[in-house]
């Protein structure tokens, strides 16, 4: 997957700049709030439907706009495509592939994976399981597409049983949905189970890389607890009057978590500080995007944003070491404030554009200019 051209109309303070991008290796760099994250804003809504720093969508149109524009041309699974995405500042949103109408967001997510670090994603860890559990089932999607029918059965089925609970139904009519349920849940679990199996190594190479000898793996919890082994449809069964008296289903695959865990019994967001924590997500997020690259039908986008705001330098030049290794085929788009700590990145790389971004302009810059601005 790559993005070749993109052109971004009224959002936030960017100027409406038109870019074409290289597809190995693109860097803005420019102060702070000059429209840099806009940009990688933009790319990530391309391929989410949604921003990544904040849950208004109203936030992301310029000031005294009705709507923002978004219209792209990537290459997609080899074939070229043309993408258009309208939000209004009432949510409706119009979204074109090749001209003809995209109803879905999971269309969006299938054509366009993006993956992105941030300092919005440092807080992975103490944030609570929703948090991880996307980011798990992002993963999924991208390695098996499947699983988004057998979640959305499994979902509809759970609001069917809790709609019953709720009515205070007897066991004999919400038992109905059981059979179906354990079963979906077991399809949902295995695929996220073997998803995590994938990952494992590659995030434990990665951990100590970053942060020495600590021994941290990655752990599902399904979303219930079976201390006896007897099965999802026996539980069902035991908590049959807890749920009715909660109104909802207790243990369910929208319950399920990643523990982190260290030395496979100790919390990662406990013992580990403030810094490994994230030291810790940027293997987290290096791992799934190897994944990618290995089982995904495509490689993501890969969005790194102020490189230089969270990690110090030994590991801001680990991770570079990283991404100049990255195959030929993953697209990699970066902000940064100085250019100073990506020069050996840059060096490395042939197939690279610098854009220079202040007051929401957007200026591609050639190699042998950047000292006019980094004076």
Request: charged share 20%; with cysteine; hydrophobic share 35%.
């Amino acid at each position: 997957m790559r993005v070749n051209q993109l052109t971004i109309t009224q959002v936030r303070n960017l100027q409406n700049p038109s870019l074409n991008f290289s597809p190995r290796l693109n860097i803005f760099f420019g102060p702070n709030a000059a429209g840099k994250s806009s940009i990688l804003e933009s790319l990530y809504i391309l391929g989410n439907g949604r921003s990544f720093r904040t849950t208004k969508h109203n936030n992301v149109i310029t000031e005294n706009n009705h709507d923002f524009t978004l219209f792209a041309k990537v290459e997609s699974s080899d074939i070229n495509h043309q993408l258009g995405f309208n939000r209004q500042r009432n949510g409706d949103t119009t979204i074109k592939l090749n001209s003809e109408p995209v109803n879905r967001l999971s269309t969006l997510a299938k054509l366009c994976p993006v993956q992105i670090l941030s300092p919005e994603q440092y807080d992975l860890l103490v944030k609570g399981p929703g948090a991880r559990r996307k980011q798990l089932d992002w993963g999924v999607f991208h390695v098996e597409h499947s699983v988004l029918e057998v979640w959305q059965k499994t979902n509809k089925i759970l609001q069917h049983r809790n709609k019953l609970l709720k009515q205070k139904s007897g066991y004999s009519d919400v038992s109905v949905w059981d059979n179906q349920l354990v079963s979906l849940s077991e399809q949902v679990t295995q695929l996220r189970q073997a998803y995590c199996d994938k990952i494992n190594p590659l995030f434990s190479q990665l951990c100590q890389q970053f942060l020495g000898q600590l021994d941290i793996k990655i752990n599902l919890f399904p979303g219930w607890t079976d201390k006896h082994s007897i099965g999802l449809s026996a539980i069902y069964r035991e908590q049959f009057e807890k749920d009715k008296k909660l109104g909802f289903t207790q243990s369910s695959i929208q319950k399920a978590d990643l523990k982190f865990l260290i030395d496979g019994t100790k919390s990662a967001g406990d013992y580990l500080s403030r810094g490994q924590q994230k030291l810790l997500i940027t293997a987290f997020k290096l791992a799934q995007l190897k994944v990618m690259q290995a089982y995904g039908q495509q490689a993501p986008v890969f969005l790194l944003d102020d490189i230089g705001a969270e990690l110090d330098e030994r590991h801001q030049n680990q991770l570079l070491d990283l991404l100049a290794s990255q195959p030929n085929n993953q697209q990699i788009f970066i902000t940064c404030v100085h250019l100073e700590p990506l020069k050996p990145l840059i060096s490395h790389c042939d197939d690279l554009k610098l854009f220079h971004v202040e007051h929401g302009v957007v200026k591609e810059v050639a190699k042998d200019e950047i000292e006019v601005y980094e004076a």
